[in-house]
C-alpha cells in the first residue's frame, strides 16, 4: 500500500497549525486573566531588604480612573488593586515607581477608599508615575493604569526607602 506522503504531510501542518493556535489563545487568555486579578500582597516594615523591592505585572482595565476618582486620576484600572500593601510602621519615606515601555498612570489609596495622590508621568521625557512621601501604617490599594481601556502593558513596581 502506498501512502500519499502530501496528505501526510499536510495533516501534520494542520495540527502544527491546531497546536500554535492554542498555545496562542492560552497566551492571550492568560494575559486577560492576569489584568483583571489582584497583584502582589506586600507587607513592608522599615528597612526591608531587598531595597528596592520589585514585582512584574500588567496594567489597565475598562474602569475610567478619572470618573471614578476625579482630580487628576487618569487612564483606565482593573476593577479590584493591582496591589494591595501594608505598612507594618510609619514610612518617613517611601518611593513607589512604575516603570513600563507604555505611558502608564498610578492611583494610591488608603484603606477607608480615599485617594492620597494620582500620579502621570515623572516627568516630560519620562512617562512612568511615582510616588515619593511619607506614609503612615496602614493598608494602601494600589492601580496602575494605561490610557486607554484596551491597551494593556507590562510594567515592573518597586517600592524603595532611598530619594532618588
Known sequence: MQVDRWSEKGGLMSLYRVIGLLMLLGVFTHVWAQAGQTGAEISLTPGFQPDPLSFEYISGGPVDANANYGGDCKGFIASEPDH????????????????????????????????????????RENFNPQIGQALDSGVYKIYIGSYDA???ANYSISFSESSP
Open 84 to 123: 494591595v500593601v501594608t505598612l507594618e510602621q510609619d514610612f518617613p519615606y517611601l518611593r513607589i515607581t512604575v516603570k513600563s515601555g507604555k505611558d502608564t498612570t498610578m492611583i494610591l489609596e488608603s484603606s477607608d477608599g480615599s485617594v492620597i495622590i494620582c500620579k502621570d508621568d515623572i516627568s
Open 150 to 152: 484596551g491597551n494593556l
